[in-house]
């Protein structure tokens, strides 16, 4: 099929990854450069974890999205990712008693800290108000700025037609049909919407499910003392709606360069535009540090490094909403701040779908992180 991509993140990269791969005449669209830094699928990492409290389905698809990365790394010829493992910070809560549970019946390994254990082994972090921890040996670190980049090259050098700073201006989902900011028009068997933020305006029907969402990072530069203790410590996922965090610890990059300590607020804000409101202003990166400085040691030590702001697309129940539109278009949408760990795992799926191997309704229900066949 003569298949055409809007958007160029790890969504439409993929995609044309996975498509190409089935032999399909590929061609992506992408409004910004690539990575484009507006877009969601930039700065130095994305994490991929198993816990993922009471949600079942999408820890499981883990698995799968672990599978689907070891097939880009071989055909990358490189492996963009460093393991770093997992703690989950235990307040009691009800999210990590699900995540407990969870991992248990999906039979993920994990190991239980109570709180003097958790103390003694993580020194840079208080115990104050903690039951204790999860520790898991999964869960690690993909480099995403420059996983986009590689797959942008590596479909290039293969013959995939890749436009930067070409906006589509609309698409017809029933005839396959795209009309190019330039007027220019595009004819396809299929069209593949992966718009991230910004989907909405291309398909207004999302706009009453998918939010634009700005959110808020901090690089942080620890004190030497600590440094290196940082480069082995597992990331944090720290799920409380009132303070929760998650803090991804520095690792070398493949090309052996730094990547940074970064921490995040995974609370949605549910406001901003895509196009706008893109400084992180001094007050929004005080208030992250302060959130985060009630739980790692000597907070007053850690140097801010850089604040920056990246857009979510957020669902009401932060699902997926990967499905067909009108006879000739699909729309991948809705990844609710936690998408980029499963971008080519989607993506074969989505392949598969296309050669007739599995329906949509099931690619939906699966990508929505619905169970279908408990074990
Ligand atoms: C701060 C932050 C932290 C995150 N952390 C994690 C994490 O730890 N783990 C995880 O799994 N996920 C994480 N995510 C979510 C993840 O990054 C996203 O779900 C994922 O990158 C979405 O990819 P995408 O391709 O759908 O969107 P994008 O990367 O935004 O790509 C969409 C592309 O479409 C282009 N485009 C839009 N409209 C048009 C048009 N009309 N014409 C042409 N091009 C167009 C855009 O320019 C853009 O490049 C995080 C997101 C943020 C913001």
Redesign the pocket.
């Known amino acids: 099929m003569k298949i055409a991509i ?7 990269l993929s995609t044309a990854w996975a498509l190409h791969r089935d032999g399909h005449e590929v061609s992506v ?4 450069p690539i990575p ?1 830094p ?6 130095e990492h ?3 974890r198993h816990p993922y409290g009471a949600e079942r389905g999408y820890t499981r698809m883990i698995g799968d999205a672990y599978r689907a990365w070891d097939l880009l790394w071989a055909d990358l010829g490189a492996r963009h990712y460093a393991a770093t493992g997992t703690l989950v910070l235990d307040r009691g809560d009800r999210w990590t008693a699900a995540t407990a549970e969870v991992l248990e019946a999906e039979r993920v390994p994990f190991g239980r800290l109570d709180r003097r254990g958790f103390a003694a082994a993580f020194p840079l972090l208080t115990s104050d108000g903690l039951a204790g921890a999860l520790l898991l040996e999964s869960g690690g670190t993909l480099f ?1 700025g420059d996983i986009v980049t590689s797959l942008a090259a590596y479909l290039r050098g293969r013959g995939v037609s890749i436009a930067e700073q ?4 609309e698409i017809d989902a029933s005839r396959g049909h795209l009309v190019l900011a330039n007027r220019a028009t595009i004819d396809a068997d299929m069209l593949i919407v ?5 989907a909405p ?2 398909l207004p029907e999302l706009s009453a499910r998918v939010t634009p969402s700005r ?1 808020v ?1 901090v690089y942080l530069e620890p004190p030497a003392a600590c440094a290196a203790h940082w480069q082995t410590h597992p990331m944090i996922l720290d799920i409380d709606p009132g303070a929760g965090f ?1 803090l991804v610890p520095p690792r070398p990059r493949t090309s052996g360069a730094a990547s940074g300590l970064k921490i ?1 607020d995974h609370s949605f804000t549910l406001s901003g535009d895509p196009d706008r409101d893109r400084e992180a202003s001094g007050e929004e990166a005080r208030h992250l540090i302060r959130q985060v400085g009630a739980r790692l040691r000597d907070i007053g030590q850690y140097a801010l490094r850089e604040a920056k702001t ?4 957020v669902t009401a129940d932060e699902r997926f909403v990967v499905e067909p539109v009108g006879n000739r278009a699909w729309v ?2 809705g ?1 609710s ?7 080519t795992a989607i993506a074969l799926e989505l392949a598969r779908t296309l050669r007739g191997e599995r329906d949509s309704a099931a690619l939906a229900a699966w990508a929505a992180g619905v169970l279908k066949d408990p074990p």
């Open positions: 809007v958007g160029a993140g790890i969504m439409g669209f992408e409004q910004g484009n507006r877009g969601s699928s930039v700065d994305r994490l991929i995403a070409t906006p589509v201006r992966a718009a991230g933020p910004w305006r291309l959110q990072v998650y995040g990246c857009f979510y697309d991948l949408s990844f701040g936690h998408g980029f760990k499963f971008g």
